[in-house]
């Protein structure tokens, strides 16, 4: 009977002895820095919180954007993301608990965040929304905007719709409670025109996004062009088109390799391009001149990194970049 | 026959396993960070421990007599996007609105176990049925009444102030500001320990859970057990759901899908067997507490955040096999 008390005494024995031997590493330094205090680069630690959810290829993007700024710029630069909003709230709590010189958070649901990120600016500790929730970024406190407006990305992407000659647009939303999302569909309503039917489908479940699609499209012979949202749901979308035997064309938001290869292949028609490594990378600078400066960026309005038309013209310069994880 | 030393008492009992994991994971985020073992820190991890903690608890009951719900994790979503929905769109007050969540959980609660009883099938399968049902009405009605996808502006109907402080304040204790959703855990698990093992219906749930057949020939009333049971997960996911709405002031319609899993995980981190007719209350709510400080801790320690499942599942199993052993090692060392 000896050998089970040896067995529990090595598993309760190993992480404590892991615990110990990686001590050294500690990250107990906080960066405990003030907004107002010129501090020197080299202390400056800053928390990206965004409302990514794992292993999505768009937010991929703005964490290489995030973490190269902090490499460039000799700053420590620590990102965090989790889809469910009181999640991401209590990742912001645990920023502001490390005392660290910046934050930068993704307002997908502004009204769950709004706590936290509160209690953050409270702290003294200077915030940087990207991406979305830009109308309530400066309600909230924040020092700045870094994103796309939707609204009129979504015009751009209608009007060249309407342009490639689409008339029945389906818009096709990944991410629930998202005002982003839907402020690029009805966007794209108004430049194209028309109204615009949505599609709810989920992120994290791609194969029932591209069965969703299809059947859509199977059901309504009518529907002349798919608009997604997300570069892995436009990949889908390319597919669900291909299932359903329709003649659709499909444009995608955000870029990614698939979304790149298929303008050049001829599958998509078109991606509006946020540049959302600009969205990880510019708050990084921001905070830093603010950290040592006390400057702003954006006068009050937010910097805007689209829209941006990627299509077969200019297509394969983006291409190289792409490949490797910056745009 | 000697009578059993502390010792063994203390091994057979079903959240050892599950307090020897926490005590280690405390020590393995701890001795790294600072800002881990301090007051905020402490509150911090605290949070997400309470709200899985509550929902862990009434999971574990169930599982003690026998049953999953696996519509557990989206009824928190239908209760918050109910009080919501009643609030903001039928601008009734905060709390006429959180009556109505709790008449319909209490309704599904008994939907569930009522078909669990009648039809003889198992829980896992009519549950998961639920499930579904209640993901694809989560999000038609919340389009069908607001034309969108999140229900909002909670704080706005009125009663909401009270509401707050019952459900989404802050207390202080010993330097640490705690959400009072903790105090809120805390009671349950005390009251679920108390009915467990020192009522009737403690008796009657271990019993329906180890042998149905058999305790309905010893008199228990395995089927109003059951049917109980059900509710009560249902009624936990409704203060769940209420405490989310009314922290939140905003819902999504995706809440709480995928929670189900992680709630079973701590209830046998806990010592439940899947098999019913084992387990405990402060079993379960020490799985959540090592969920939460999993979750927290691995942003303290600068981690990348993908490493989060693997050490979950990495935790289960090391519990459930510890779990395992030590039980094995009492239970022989009796003879």
Same mark, same amino acid.
């Given at each position: 009977m000896a050998a089970p008390k040896r067995l529990l005494a090595l598993a309760v024995a190993a992480p404590l002895l892991l615990a110990a031997c990686t001590t050294d590493g500690?990250?107990?330094?906080?960066?405990?820095?003030?907004?107002?205090a010129a501090a020197d680069a080299g202390d400056l630690t800053f928390s990206v919180v965004t409302h990514g959810s794992a292993g999505d290829a768009f937010w991929d993007v703005v964490q290489n954007g995030a973490e190269n700024a902090g490499e460039d710029l000799g700053i420590e630069v620590d990102y965090q993301s989790d889809g469910d909003p009181q999640r991401q709230a209590q990742l912001i709590d645990a920023a502001v608990n490390q005392d660290v010189d910046g934050i930068v958070v993704s307002l997908a649901n502004p009204d769950a965040l709004e706590e936290s990120v509160r209690a953050a600016v409270e702290a003294g500790i200077p915030v940087i929304t990207i991406n979305s929730g830009g109308d309530r970024s400066a309600e909230f406190g924040a020092i700045g905007h870094v994103g796309q407006d939707e609204a009129i990305a979504g015009r751009g992407a209608g009007e060249q719709l309407a342009e490639s000659g689409a008339t029945n647009v389906l818009c096709v939303i990944h991410?629930?409670?998202n005002i982003g999302l839907e402020q690029r569909c009805s966007g794209a309503s108004e430049g194209l025109g028309a109204e615009v039917a949505t599609l709810q489908v989920d992120i994290n479940d791609l194969p029932g996004a591209q069965s969703a699609i299809a059947s859509q499209l199977q059901g309504n012979a009518s529907v002349d062009a798919v608009l997604t949202l997300n570069s892995a749901v436009a990949a889908v979308a390319v597919e669900a088109v291909a299932d359903a035997g329709s003649e659709a064309q499909v444009a995608a938001f955000d870029l990614n390799e698939d979304v790149i290869s298929g303008i050049q292949a001829g599958d998509i028609a078109f991606a509006v391009d946020q540049q959302q490594y600009e969205q990880g990378y510019l708050p990084v600078v921001m905070l830093k001149l603010y950290a040592e400066n006390l400057n702003t960026v954006g006068g009050g309005q937010p910097v805007l990194t689209g829209p941006g038309i990627v299509d077969a013209d200019n297509v394969d310069e983006i291409a190289d970049l792409a490949s490797a994880g910056t745009r | 026959m000697a009578a059993p030393g502390p010792l063994r008492r203390l091994l057979v009992k079903p959240e050892l396993g599950a307090l020897v994991g926490a005590v280690v994971v405390f020590a393995f985020f701890a001795v790294q960070s600072a800002t881990f073992r301090s007051a905020r820190g402490v509150a911090n991890w605290l949070d997400p421990a309470s709200t899985l903690g509550i929902m862990a608890v009434a999971v574990a009951l169930l599982m003690i007599g026998g049953h999953f719900d696996l519509s557990a994790g989206v009824m928190t979503g239908t209760t918050a996007l109910t009080v919501g929905v009643v609030a903001?769109?039928?601008?009734?007050n905060l709390w006429v609105a959180i009556g109505v969540a709790l008449l319909v959980a209490l309704a599904i609660g008994f939907l569930n176990g009522w078909l669990v009883t009648r039809t003889g099938l198992p829980s896992f399968i009519i549950t998961l049925g639920t499930f579904l049902m209640l993901q694809g009405l989560n999000l038609g009605l919340t389009k069908l009444f607001t034309d969108t996808v999140t229900v909002s502006?909670? %704080? %706005?109907?009125?009663?909401y102030a009270v509401a707050e402080w019952i459900f989404a304040s802050r207390v202080e204790i010993l330097g640490a500001e705690l959400r009072v959703a903790v105090l809120w855990w805390l009671l349950f698990t005390a009251l679920a320990t108390w009915v467990l093992l020192r009522t009737r219906f403690g008796n009657w749930v271990f019993a329906t859970g180890g042998d149905e057949v058999a305790a309905r020939n010893v008199g228990v009333p395995a089927r109003r057990t059951t049917i109980a049971l059900f509710m009560t997960t249902a009624a936990a996911a409704w203060f769940v759901g209420t405490t989310l709405a009314v922290r939140l002031t905003s819902v999504q319609?995706?809440?709480?899908?995928?929670?189900e899993l992680i709630y079973i995980v701590a209830a046998v981190i806990g010592g439940c067997l899947l098999t019913g007719g084992f387990g405990s209350a402060v079993g379960a709510s020490l799985g959540a507490l090592i969920f939460g400080m999993t979750q927290l801790g691995i942003p303290y320690l600068r981690w990348d955040a993908d490493w989060f499942y693997f050490f979950l599942g990495a935790m289960l199993l090391l519990a459930v096999v510890a779990n395992r052993l030590v039980r094995r090692y009492a239970e022989a060392a009796r003879r």
């Open positions: 500690g990250s107990s330094s906080e960066g405990g820095g003030s907004g107002g991410e629930a409670g | 903001t769109q039928f601008r009734q502006g909670i %704080d %706005d109907a009125p009663g319609a995706n809440t709480g899908i995928g929670q």
